[in-house]
């Protein structure tokens, strides 16, 4: 392995390991929606929350009205594996596992739908739509191939709605959103001894083409080696950033009788860059004519990813006058997240760090509503969420896979104008297998020996 070759890898090991490669699409937009495991939620329409995913509902409030609420999401992953690399003797494995590596989270929402008559509403929607984070311990063995990925999006999402008829409403908005974004790896055990032979080789190579002896060759690489390589815990890459963006969203609701209706909306793809900057550490900065032994670096740059769309149908109706269903497909195009290519500053060229071979995927999901009594509403809901990303691909910041979510709720009718709701969910993640060759070429062969999560919601809703 050559001087060149190591920096390009640690570069692209840096980057992509933190740029997400699974599904971090956020649902938890209402306590009433977690309760129905979200079916029906562009059609549903029982509180405010609706405009999360469609601002054609509008069209069914006729007054002032608010929702806001929290989730707090508490994942439970857990990681077992080995990691591999090579010494002069050949291929040396170490384990590598972690517990706990995805934190908990606070995801807050809030929305407010106002009438202007009887064919125009406006809304406004505060919620996130994407979000994820993974954050291994310090000692983790395979350290250069996953340390922090965390990314946030925060959504403003104003929107309108204008009722055509007694049956077809439209709905459009407009998205502001503000996303922030940190990533980070650092050395390991086992990068530090790729490393190490990589520079030996590259600098050896170098004495025998001046035309020293191998033996003068030889020492002259492991003097160069023994100081260019950085210790154990060195940042082989950390970066964080922020930007802004936009984007939009169009729905339609079809009233098919006042028990029945459906909604169809559209969220469009997000071109999303982020502003910040990059620590790192490369062979390239290396300099040891000089004794420049120091291949620390830091750079203002900027990173360029797309988010992807979202397309949902929705279905509420009232099976008996006290039972309803709720039930929903989503397809979510996962396929624009292609690339994450940065610019930096410094003059160095462009590194496209992450080339993602993901799927559009779907997500189905049915949920059924029982009417107690004018005070009390019982909810429950299953849903099937595919990931996106294959067992070829799949990488340890994102260790995804396909979900099943069981759900419970209930509202309580607190007045005429005021109710809260609660939701509870657990999501359980299938089995699934990790083999992934960091770009310092450590390999890591394991599994998501635990991959579950509860959520949790509360909303309140008022309507004047």
Do not use: C
């Not at 608010?66 to 170490?94: H, K, R």
């Not at 069981?406 to 990790?434: E, L, P, Q, Y």
């Amino acid at each position: 392995m050559n001087m060149k070759k190591i920096s390009a890898a640690i570069a692209l090991t840096t980057m992509s390991s933190g740029t997400l490669a699974a599904g971090f699409q956020l649902a938890e937009h209402s306590a009433a929606g977690l309760g129905r495991a979200f079916a029906g939620e562009g059609a549903v329409a029982d509180n405010a929350a609706v405009i999360a995913r469609n601002p054609a509902a509008m069209s069914l409030f006729k007054t002032v009205s608010l929702s806001g609420g929290i989730s707090y999401v508490d994942p439970n992953i857990n990681i077992e594996g080995t990691n591999t690399y090579m010494t002069a003797t050949g291929p040396q494995t170490i384990a590598a596992n972690a517990e706990d590596v995805a934190p908990t989270a606070i995801i807050p929402n809030g929305y407010i739908i106002v009438p202007l008559n009887d064919k125009w509403a406006f809304g406004l929607a505060l919620n996130s739509h994407f979000g994820l984070k993974t954050d291994y311990p310090t000692d983790f063995a395979a350290s250069e191939s996953a340390g922090v990925a965390d990314i946030a999006t925060y959504n403003i999402n104003p929107q309108v709605s204008y009722r055509i008829n007694d049956m077809i409403t439209l709905g459009a908005g407009v998205s502001v959103i503000y996303g922030h974004a940190e990533f980070g790896v650092s050395n390991s055990q086992a990068s530090q001894a790729n490393i190490s032979g990589g520079i030996y080789q590259s600098t050896y190579a170098a004495g025998i083409a001046q035309g020293l002896t191998p033996a003068q060759a030889a020492a002259q690489a492991a003097a160069v080696a023994g100081a260019a390589t950085p210790a154990v815990g060195t940042k082989l890459a950390h970066v964080e950033g922020d930007g802004w963006t936009w984007g939009y969203n169009l729905g339609a609701m079809f009233e098919l009788s006042e028990s029945t209706r459906i909604g169809l909306t559209y969220r469009s793809e997000i071109d999303m860059e982020f502003d910040g900057d990059l620590d790192g550490w490369s062979p390239t900065k290396l300099d040891p004519s000089v004794g420049d032994f120091d291949g620390s670096y830091s750079s203002p740059g900027s990173a360029q990813t797309d988010l992807p769309s979202m397309l949902e149908l929705s279905l509420h109706t009232y099976l008996t006058d006290t039972i309803s269903m709720q039930a929903s497909w989503q397809r979510i195009g996962w396929s624009s997240f292609e690339t994450l290519e940065v610019e930096l500053d410094n003059g160095d060229p462009n590194l496209v760090l992450a080339k993602n071979y993901w799927d559009d995927t779907n997500r189905y999901a049915v949920g059924f509503g029982y009417d107690l009594n004018s005070a009390l509403t019982f909810r429950v809901g299953y849903a099937l969420d595919e990931s996106p990303v294959s067992d070829t691909y799949r990488n340890l910041s994102i260790p995804d896979a396909e979900r099943t979510w069981i759900t419970a709720g209930m509202t309580w009718n607190i007045s005429n104008n005021s109710s809260m709701d609660v939701g509870f969910a657990r999501v359980s993640g299938d089995d699934a297998t990790i083999n992934y060759t960091s770009s310092t070429s450590t390999v890591f062969n394991g599994e998501i020996a635990k991959g579950d999560a509860n959520i949790a919601a509360v909303s309140y809703n008022y309507s004047f």
